[in-house]
């Protein structure tokens, strides 16, 4: 019987085989590396390629639109790099008269006379803006007194059972809208407490603004947008008018398009947790709709 081969036969048989996968894997590992350099060092467009009418990013510092010719993206709520030549305002509730209006104002508005809702306008103001561009509206609200403190509207602690006294809440003065007829656009100049945010008067300004453009702002021709003007120093409530339906910054002035069916459904939310302690045989009307929806889910 012949015998298996000897041992540096089978060395000479196993040592090419040993050296094809060595070969192997070094070709697999040169491939991994050109193509994970080639995906690290390659732009991700796609992302902007995909979408681009309507890709907008939020966060807490800024909000990018993207632009539909090409993939140009541009910061338009950026806090920073403002044209102080438009700023015709100083801070916060005392302004002087509008020497210049945004450029982009009579863009929007067209050719014909039109009628501007002002809120929060000295008189002065809306006489400078009168006639520029149509017919200027001050619209009257009463103001909240000074002793109306934000802890009025979100207290920190609720009596739910009512020990101590009788829940309460104070109501924000609206203007009366019955008044006023349609109006093009709404433009408003919002009070900005760069230290203080929480202020009871500048949100009433937004809730007057909101409800002026839901009940009175004339809409586009699907019916779904109206057009809001703001001039603040600081960034409006993104709450009542969002990121997504900013058309347009120019220094202080904001252009907003808000979809009134969502801004509808914002302003019949409590407008403060102090709501949320009354008692509900109190407000049986307001309750009613809640009330018929949860027994359709019922059914």
């Known amino acids: 019987m012949v015998e298996g081969l000897s041992f540096p036969q089978r060395i000479i048989k196993v040592t090419p085989s040993k050296a094809l996968v060595i070969r192997i894997n070094l070709i697999f590992l040169a491939f991994s590396i050109i193509v994970y350099a080639a995906l690290l060092l390659r732009p991700s467009l796609s992302l902007y390629h995909e979408n681009a009418a309507s890709l907008v990013r939020c966060s807490m510092r800024e909000c990018h639109h993207k632009e539909e010719n ?175 339906e900013l058309v347009k910054r120019l220094g202080d002035w904001w252009f907003f398009e808000p979809e009134i069916a969502k801004l509808e459904h914002k302003l019949s939310l409590p407008v403060g947790s102090c709501q949320l302690a009354l008692p509900l045989w109190g407000q049986a009307p307001s309750y009613l709709p809640l009330t018929q929806n949860l027994h359709e889910y019922e059914l």
């Open 70 to 244: 090409g993939i140009k993206v541009k910061a338009v709520l950026e806090e920073t790099h403002i044209d102080e030549s438009i700023n015709n305002f100083p801070n916060h509730n005392k302004s002087k008269n509008i020497e210049k209006v945004p450029s982009f104002l009579s863009k929007i508005l067209g050719k014909g006379k039109k009628k501007i809702g002002m809120v929060n306008m000295d008189e002065e103001d809306v006489s400078e803006w009168n006639g520029k561009l149509g017919e200027a509206i001050s619209v009257k609200f009463e103001h909240v007194t000074d002793f109306f403190k934000w802890e009025d509207l979100f207290p920190e602690w609720i009596d739910e059972e009512e020990e101590s006294d009788v829940p309460s809440c104070p109501e924000v003065p609206m203007p009366e809208f019955e008044k006023y007829g349609k109006m093009d656009v709404i433009v408003a100049r919002l009070p900005c407490n760069e230290k203080e945010r929480r202020d009871v008067f500048r949100l009433q300004v937004h809730l007057v603004v909101a409800n002026l453009a839901v009940k009175k702002g004339k809409r586009d021709w699907n019916n779904k947008r109206t057009k809001v003007v703001l001039w603040s120093k600081c960034r409006p409530m993104m709450d009542l008018f969002g990121c997504n």
